[in-house]
């Protein structure tokens, strides 16, 4: 009898606490006030962050709580992979900053990519997805998916005829990525929607490479969108991990059912310090993209440069789309010198602030060969493909001083 007392006390404490987080909710305040604010709860203790819930399992008032839990009828956690309170509130800042449904972490950005591809597809069924992404995006595809027996056809989506073609009676999902890794190439998210909504194929969009402040492909018309965070949202080089932000409450169920089944969830101390790392996203991307603008800027008139590709200079074939899409060029630049391969050795073995390293966005400038690294488990008809040539060489620029950037490089392209 007191047990239960107790129980309904606390079920009505939890009652106003929520009632309070509904008060003071984020949802309609400006984008940097969400990015502080959104998804963090008051504790007992008044926490100014949300704390570390390093627990495996959680513990049932009763046995009815138990049931109650795994029926679905209360909201109790009951075992960190189906759900933790430090990694839900990072689920609910990102379902807020991308305006879906609701947030599904996971251990990797890999963990969003094929969690999203088991939910979504089944045997038989057909994937379309643009040809340049992130390797192991398109490798799962090709090695691993092919084997039970998911259909795929890789295209440019920047083409939007060649999504209509592309999509047969048993397509399901058609997979974007915008800016592609590594040719930055842009696709029209909103017209690509439209096409694929005509027959009844859902849009996925890892949006990576923008940042939910630069773009929102969900508002935009695609039903999932998904991030590596180990990129911009986190931003430190300190964290592997990703998210799923669903618009409609089946899908994001999908989805998280297949996450839970297969072992994908983020941990606790990942998503403590992912959220620590969201909180500055946007000081941290206007910061690189302003400066990636100077170096993007100083590279193409660099007479050793044969092209380049930045989204935010007007030679980028897509300028004018990214101006449309984007409320920003994020700070990724790819391009590649008069020496093809050989040359960009030369300039990667010499530079110095500039880490010889793969991932990006972080606060550190990085720079890497694609078809050598990043990309190097595609095929090379693959890599032919999708326009990732040889001499193709990515940087990701970071937030130190810009005349430091672009001294560094200065000083290894005066070597090649
Ligand atoms: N999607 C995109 C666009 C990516 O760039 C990456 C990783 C992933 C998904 C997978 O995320 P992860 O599992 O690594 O968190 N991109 C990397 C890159 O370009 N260099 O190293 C990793």
């Not at 950005?109 to 379309?128: D, F, K, P, R």
Request: proline share 3%.
């Amino acid at each position: 009898m007191f047990l239960n007392m107790l129980c309904y006390l606390e079920r009505l404490l939890t009652l106003l606490q929520k009632l309070k987080y509904i008060i003071m909710n984020t949802k309609n305040k400006g984008f940097n006030t969400k990015l502080v604010h959104a998804g963090s709860y008051e504790d007992q203790f008044g926490s100014a962050v949300t704390p570390i819930y390093q627990t495996s399992t959680f513990g049932f008032k009763n046995a009815q709580h138990g049931a109650d839990c795994f029926a679905g009828k209360s909201d109790g956690f009951i075992y960190t992979r189906i759900g933790n309170p430090t990694i839900k509130a990072f689920e609910d800042a990102m379902a807020e900053l991308e305006n879906g449904f609701g947030g599904i972490a996971t251990s990797s950005g890999m963990s969003a990519v094929t969690s999203v591809y088991m939910a979504l597809l089944g045997q038989n069924e057909h994937i379309v997805c643009s040809g340049s992404i992130y390797g192991p995006s398109r490798g799962v595809l090709e090695q691993d998916f092919s084997r039970f027996g998911v259909q795929t056809t890789f295209i440019d989506t920047a083409d939007l005829s060649q999504i209509e073609s592309a999509i047969k009676e048993n397509t399901k999902v058609l997979y974007i990525e915008t800016p592609t890794n590594p040719t930055m190439q842009i696709t029209d998210i909103a017209a690509a929607s439209e096409i694929a909504h005509k027959h009844n194929v859902l849009v996925v969009v890892d949006n990576t490479f923008s940042s939910p402040y630069l773009q929102n492909p969900l508002d935009l018309g695609a039903d999932v969108v998904l991030h590596s965070i180990t990129k911009y949202i986190n931003g430190h080089a300190d964290v592997v991990g990703g998210v799923i932000v669903s618009k409609e409450e089946a899908i994001h169920n999908k989805i998280r059912h297949a996450m839970v089944y297969m072992g994908g969830n983020m941990d606790p101390h990942q998503a403590f310090l992912t959220q620590r790392g969201l909180k500055t996203l946007s000081i941290r991307m206007d910061k690189a993209q302003e400066s990636a603008m100077k170096v993007a800027e100083y590279l193409e008139a660099h007479p050793k440069v044969e092209w380049i590709k930045y989204p935010g200079l007007k030679s980028h074939p897509q300028h004018e789309l990214a101006k449309k899409q984007m409320r920003g060029f994020s700070s990724m630049i790819s391009f590649g010198l008069k020496g093809g391969l050989e040359a960009g050795r030369t300039l990667m073995d010499n530079v110095h602030l500039s880490m010889l390293a793969v991932s990006l966005g972080g606060v550190e400038s990085l720079i890497q060969h694609p078809a050598s690294m990043t990309h190097a488990g595609m095929t090379p008809e693959g890599r032919a493909e999708a326009d990732i040539t040889d001499g193709l060489v990515r940087y990701s620029v970071g937030i130190e001083d810009v005349e430091d950037i672009i001294s560094d490089l200065d000083q290894a392209l005066a070597k090649v």
